[in-house]
């Protein structure tokens, strides 16, 4: 286990989702502090040590219970086979934390239309085990090379075909390469080493630090509306808010008159707000949030 007598271990990922990571623990109301020269970020939480750690490296780091905690995508995940515990999927409307595609793909006008057309044929990839798994899933022998980058510039000269991570598809457009195959979906992830779970302190240590994550993301789209509206309209506007939120109806000092707050996601904003100043709310503000705990 990681050593650790008043403290859990967390690892935080290098790299592309490095930033979006930061700014997740900062609405979660860590002040996290990178260094570019220095692998252990700065936190303020006594009870909290960072490791800063490629994400491909992450899984095992967790397994062998160097790492207590950490986050990483669901693609190294897998591509390890690590044993871990999964707590929680993070994907979240950010840079980097959304969901991203690794696809099989080949060059435009090669004879390669699908995975069966690969058999006995070249795979460029980062995700080699990945790679293979989905190979043997649909019967097909294939020679899967590791890649060291620019796996996409590979097809056809040193490559027949290639197994890389897409997020907007313009790298695949831009090397004239076409998809053959979805092979995973990923999205980051929070795992756990399993004996760090069975010590009591340390489980409620990560179970606290994960729900003010989660909490993050979940206000991460949502706003809170608040209003002023005559009691003879109250039914009025109840009826127009979303049919999921849970309105606080509260009285104020003119006994005519309430105030309704409730939470809504922010993209209906922009079409409420005037169909609620119709209905006859009044002093109608908008405020960001933080954290929503579920």
Request: aromatic fraction near 6%.
């Amino acid at each position: 286990m990681a050593e650790t007598e008043n403290h859990i271990v967390i690892g935080i990922p290098k790299g592309s989702l490095q930033e979006t990571t930061k700014k997740l623990f900062a609405l979660a109301g860590f002040d996290l502090r990178i260094s570019g020269r220095s692998y252990y970020p700065s936190i303020d939480d006594p009870e909290i040590r960072c490791v800063l750690i490629r994400p491909q490296e992450m899984a095992r780091y967790v397994e062998h219970g160097i790492l207590d905690c950490a986050i990483t995508g669901l693609d190294w995940l897998q591509e390890t086979g690590a044993d871990v515990a999964e707590l929680a999927d993070l994907k979240a409307p950010w840079p980097n934390y959304g969901t991203v595609r690794w696809v099989m793909a080949a060059k435009n006008g090669s004879a390669f239309g699908t995975v069966e057309d690969l058999q006995g044929k070249r795979i460029a990839t980062e995700a080699v085990g990945m790679t293979r798994r989905f190979l043997d899933a649909h019967g097909v022998s294939a020679n899967v090379e590791f890649s060291w980058g620019a796996t996409e510039v590979k097809p056809p000269l040193l490559a027949d075909a290639i197994v890389d991570v897409s997020e907007t598809g313009s790298s695949l457009r831009a090397n004239d390469l076409k998809v053959l195959h979805v092979v995973l979906e990923s999205t980051p992830r929070f795992i756990a080493n399993h004996e760090s779970l069975k010590v009591a302190w340390k489980k409620d240590k990560i179970d606290r630090v994960l729900m003010l994550l989660n909490a993050a993301i979940a206000a991460a789209t949502r706003v809170l509306i608040a209003m002023n509206v005559p009691q003879d309209r109250v039914e009025k506007v109840l009826a127009l808010l979303p049919a999921l939120s849970t309105p606080t109806v509260s009285t104020l000092a003119d006994a005519k008159w309430v105030d309704i707050s409730t939470v809504v996601e922010e993209k209906t904003v922009r079409d409420l707000v005037p169909k609620l100043y119709e209905a006859g709310a009044r002093g109608i503000i908008e405020m960001p949030l933080n954290k929503i705990v579920e």
